[in-house]
């Protein structure tokens, strides 16, 4: 029973990796190029994805679930150091509440052959995709093809890339926590 309960709950362990990936989320959302249309190039979806393959899809989706809440209540750890529920509200919200779903799908398939966990990031991607995309139509009232146009196809191509380096460099973090046993944050 014991064994049991502790497997469903989270070790000072699991706390540090996931607290690391909160931070490492928040920084990466730093690293942002502005677009037309007020939807910048980031490397937030890139760790966001990242933090699914390395730490799994429980406890990547629980980082970002972090992520998310403390940038909810004002602290600013989303794109150009902005916090609070506005930003949620704003044309990126689709995009930032879609994340712990991404998280969960690269996590879900972070153990399998690579052409699942290729399809895992993918399939992330695309729901993070249509979800901001489709709240990018509904708060700045256009069509689904104008935030289409404006959200998501410039991105589809650093998307594509992202996921190659997610695959490379997540691959590389698991054989190196693996060898220095430390396998069991997953």
Not at 104 to 119: D, E, T, Y
Not at 124 to 146: C, D, E, K, P, R
């Amino acid at each position: 029973m014991e064994s049991a309960m502790k497997k469903r709950g989270l070790s000072a362990r699991d706390l540090c990796f996931i607290g690391l990936f909160v931070a490492v989320i928040a920084v990466c959302a730093q690293i942002s190029i502005p677009f037309l249309g007020g939807i910048p190039f980031t490397l937030q979806t890139w760790a966001v994805a990242l933090a699914g393959v390395i730490l799994g899809a429980r406890k990547g989706t629980i980082a970002v679930i972090v992520y998310v809440l403390i940038g909810a209540v004002g602290v600013p750890v989303f794109t150009q150091f902005r916090g609070g529920i506005g930003v949620i509200t704003g044309v990126t919200g689709g995009f930032i509440v879609s994340f712990p779903v991404q998280a969960f799908m690269a996590g879900i398939f972070s153990r399998k052959n690579i052409p699942l966990l290729v399809l895992g990031l993918v399939i992330g991607t695309a729901i993070n995709l249509t979800a901001g995309m489709h709240w990018f139509a509904f708060v700045s009232q256009g069509t689904i093809q104008a935030a289409f146009a404006a959200a998501v196809a410039p991105f589809i191509l650093p998307e594509i890339i992202k996921i190659v380096v997610v695959i490379l460099l997540g691959k590389s973090i698991q054989t190196a926590l693996a060898k220095a046993q430390i396998h069991d944050i997953i």
